[in-house]
C-alpha cells in the first residue's frame, strides 16, 4: 500500500518541478525579432553595458549608433524587459501544482486517544495544468512580441529625434552665418550712411535685417536645444554623458529610391502588433475552453489518510473534497470568457485594416518627402543663388535696389531652411515607413 501512495506523492513532485525559468528570460527571442526589424543587430539587456556606451558615445552619433545607444540604455525598455520577466514568473507558476494540504487531529477521550492525519493534492489544478500552461505560453509569446514591439518603437522614435536635432544643428549653424554676413552688412551700411552714400531709410533696412537675423539664431539654438534633449531622453543618457557630438549636416538624399514591392503583405506578415492580435486570440480561445471545463468542478482536492486509535488496528483510505455548484454554475465566467474572446478577435481584425491603412499612408509620405527635398536641392536652392548672384550684380550696377538686395537675402534664407527641413523630413519618412511595415505602428513617443 505504501507503493502506490509514494508513487502518486512523487508524480505530484515531479510535474510540479518541472516549470522553470529559461537561462535568459526570452531576451534572446526578443532581440532576434527586434534586429530583424531596425535593420541592424538589437542587443537587449536587463542592465546597461557601460564600457559600451562609452565606445559609442567617443565619437560623433550615426542614426545606428543613437538606436544602439537607446536600446542599450533606455529606461522605459527596461521597463517592457521587466515585464517579459513577469510574464515568464507567470508561466512558470502555471507550471506548478498548489502546495499540499496536511492536516493532524487528535481527540482524547475516556477510552483512549484517536489521532487523524490527512495528506491532500489539488487534483483540478493537476488537472487542468496543461492548458493553464499552453495559456501562459501563449501569454509569455505575447510579452516577448511587446517587448520587441517597444524596442522597434523605441528605434524608429530615436531615429526621428537623431534626424531632428542633426537638421537643427545644421539650421542652427547656416543662421550663424547668416547673422555673421547680417551683421558686416548693418556695420558697412552704418559706415555708408555716415559718409552720405546711403540714406537712413536704406541704413535702418540693412539693420533691421540683421535684428531679424540675431532673433532668428536665437529660436534656431533654442530648437537645436529642444532637439538635442529630445534625443538625450531617449538614449537614457545624463551626467557627462550629454556631451556626446552630433554630425553637423543630414546624410545625403539617396540617388534614387528601391522599389516598395508588396508593402501591405509584407506588413501583415512582419508587423508585431499584427502578431500579438492573433496570439491573443488563441490565448483568448485557450482560456474560453478552461473556463467551460472548470465551470461546474473548481475545487477538487484528493489526499491519502489514515486514523489510529490506541489499542486499535491503524485505519487507512482517502477523502476527496469537491465544490459543490449550489449557487454558481460558472455561466457568469464563461460569458466574460466568451465576451473576451469576441473582444480579441474584433480587436485582432481592427488593428489588421490599420495596420494596412498606416502603410499605404507612410509611403504615401515617403514618396513626397523624397521628391520634395530633391525639388528643393535640385531647383529651388539653386535658382535662389542664380537670383541672388543677379540681384548682386544689378545692386552693384545701380540697377537694383538696398530693398531688393535684402528682401532676395531673406527669400534665400528661407529657401535653404526649406531644404533642411525637406532633407529632414525625408528621413523622418523613411522612418516611419519602416515603423509601419516592420514595427508595430506609431505611438512610442506617447510613452515619454
Known sequence: ??????????????????????????????????????????????????????????????ADSAVQIALLNNRSLKIALAELGASEADLVQAGRLRNPGLSFGRVHGGDGNEIDRSVSFDLAGLLTMPMRVKIEKGRFEQAKLQAASSAVQ???????????????????????????SAEAGAELAGRMQQVGNWSRLDQA?????????VSELARAQHQATVARERLTRLLGLWGTQTSFSLPDRLPDLPAKLPEAGNIEAQAMEQRLDVQMGKIDVHATADALGLSKVTSLVNVLDAGYTNKSVNGAPRENGYEVALELPLFDWGTARNAKAQALYEQSLHRTADTAIRARSEVREAYSGYRTAYDLARHYRDEVVPLRKTISHEVLLR???????????????????????????????FWIAQTELQAAINGAGSGYANKE
Open 395 to 425: 545692386y552693384n550696377g545701380m540697377l537694383a535696389s538696398v530693398f531688393e538686395l535684402l528682401a532676395d537675402a531673406r527669400e534665400q534664407v528661407m529657401s535653404v531652411n526649406r531644404a533642411i527641413e525637406a532633407q529632414r523630413d
Open 1 to 62: 500500500m505504501a507503493y502506490p501512495k509514494m508513487s502518486a506523492l512523487a508524480l505530484a513532485l515531479l510535474l510540479s518541478g518541472c516549470a522553470s525559468f529559461s537561462q535568459d528570460g526570452g531576451l534572446q527571442d526578443v532581440s532576434a525579432l527586434a534586429s530583424a526589424r531596425v535593420g541592424q543587430p538589437a542587443t537587449l539587456a536587463r542592465e546597461a553595458d557601460y564600457a559600451q556606451l562609452t565606445q559609442l558615445l567617443s565619437q560623433p552619433l550615426s
Open 205 to 213: 533696412r540693412q539693420q533691421v535685417f540683421y535684428a531679424d537675423a
Open 154 to 180: 523605441l528605434a524608429a522614435e530615436t531615429r526621428r529625434a537623431y534626424f531632428t536635432a542633426v537638421a537643427a544643428v545644421q539650421t542652427e549653424k547656416f543662421m550663424q552665418q547668416a547673422r555673421v
